[in-house]
């Protein structure tokens, strides 16, 4: 008989061959493929009646734009506003723009833009494969397959099929945490440092490796490796901030860049003052749901904590969400700056695992369809900012 890994989940202990998590993962993976391919032929109908062309609205508007240009051009270019704004390309991280370089050169046929969208597939898949990993250790197969599928599902879930860098992030920081709780340093300190060329949220993913290396790891590995790979983990990202003050000449580039695109740290005060402002000028149901989501967020999180999730998992998704409600910026960018956040989901994910069949298949469903049709009136109206 080969070797076996044993697998622990709450309340279960169960033997798995090498490979049999791969297979394991199949099955969400392939349904959460078939939930974007459903969402973009939902936006392809709703295109064929307003005049969009799918493929503009996943690749030829908004942030798609920009990394298109960073891939066929570099970075160097400046767009100035009124008010004395200057938006800069400096602003997005390089890993996304690499990928639809090099996709372009090799196959020829594809532009930046093309690339970028076919990229996000490929890591939609690995993202799934990831996500299902990840809670599968947690909570077992059935609501691994879950998490999995609400990932794809969540009313903004259409921005993993555009050539935006949502999908390769979470690919990367759901593998990374995969091999940080299976204590592999060095290969989730790479993952972490590409997470970081991609997004600056990166150091989400870096402060998961840095607590699993050099806390949570202690006494189950070689003290080199897990300090290599705590040093590791947050190169990229920090060192593309360090990068770009060389670039622009000060030492805060980076951050006069966001402040250009209006974004930036600010404690949550910009948040709070558009709620409050909702609530007394009218709309105060928006404001109430907001506040309301915002709870639900917490609540999860912290059954997180309860129920004991592991400590690597529970900080990634603490600092994502700490990141999501304390930055600057456009209100309609908070719910896709929490995509990544998928250990929120898992909570979800175990409700429904435990109601009947039949209950659980329909709630799903409605889920699937109505963020399809969510996903394809916003494209073809505001979009993600």
């Not at 209006?262 to 709070?272: E, P, Q």
Request: hydrophobic share 55%; proline share 5%.
């Amino acid at each position: 008989m080969g070797d076996v890994r044993v697998v622990r989940s709450p309340g279960a202990v169960r033997l798995e061959r090498p490979g049999g998590a791969v297979r394991r993962a199949l099955p969400a993976m392939a349904c959460v493929l078939a939930v974007r391919l459903l969402g973009v032929a939902t936006l392809a109908l709703f295109g064929a009646f307003g005049g969009q062309a799918p493929q503009r609205l996943l690749a030829g508007r908004w942030d798609s734009l920009w990394y298109a240009r960073v891939a066929a051009y570099g970075y160097g270019y400046r767009l100035r506003l009124g008010h004395g704004r200057v938006l800069s390309d400096l602003s997005f991280f390089p890993l996304l723009p690499w990928l639809e370089r090099a996709l372009s050169h090799v196959t020829g046929a594809l532009g930046p833009a093309a690339a970028g969208v076919l990229v996000s597939a490929v890591a939609c898949a690995f993202a799934a494969a990831g996500v299902f990993r990840v809670a599968d250790g947690v909570l077992g197969g059935r609501a691994a397959f879950l998490t999995a599928v609400l990932w794809a599902a969540v009313p903004v879930g259409v921005v993993e099929s555009m050539a935006y860098s949502e999908a390769l992030f979470v690919a990367l920081a759901a593998w990374a945490l995969v091999h940080v709780t299976e204590r592999r340093w060095l290969v989730a300190a790479v993952l972490a440092c590409l997470a970081g060329l991609t997004r600056p949220a990166g150091l989400a993913v870096a402060a998961a490796v840095v607590v699993g290396a050099l806390w949570t790891g202690r006494g189950t590995g070689r003290v080199a490796a897990r300090t290599a790979a705590a040093i590791l983990a947050p190169a990229g990202a920090v060192g593309y901030v360090v990068w770009v003050a060389f670039t622009t000449g000060r030492p805060l580039g980076y951050l006069d860049v966001q402040r250009g695109w209006g974004n930036g740290i600010d404690g949550g005060l910009s948040f709070a003052r558009f709620t409050v402002r909702l609530l007394t000028t009218g709309s105060v149901a928006a404001g109430l749901a907001i506040a309301a989501g915002v709870a639900v967020l917490l609540w999860c999180h912290w059954l997180g904590w309860r129920d004991r999730y592991p400590v690597e998992l529970q900080v990634y998704t603490g600092v994502m969400l700490l990141l999501a409600l304390t930055t600057a910026g456009y209100f309609g960018s908070k719910p896709r700056l929490l995509l990544p956040a998928f250990g929120l989901l898992l909570p979800l994910a175990g409700a429904l695992a435990r109601l009947r069949p039949v209950t659980r298949t329909a709630v799903m469903c409605c889920l699937v369809v109505g963020s399809a049709l969510y996903g394809a009136f916003w494209l073809n109206g505001s979009g993600p900012p």
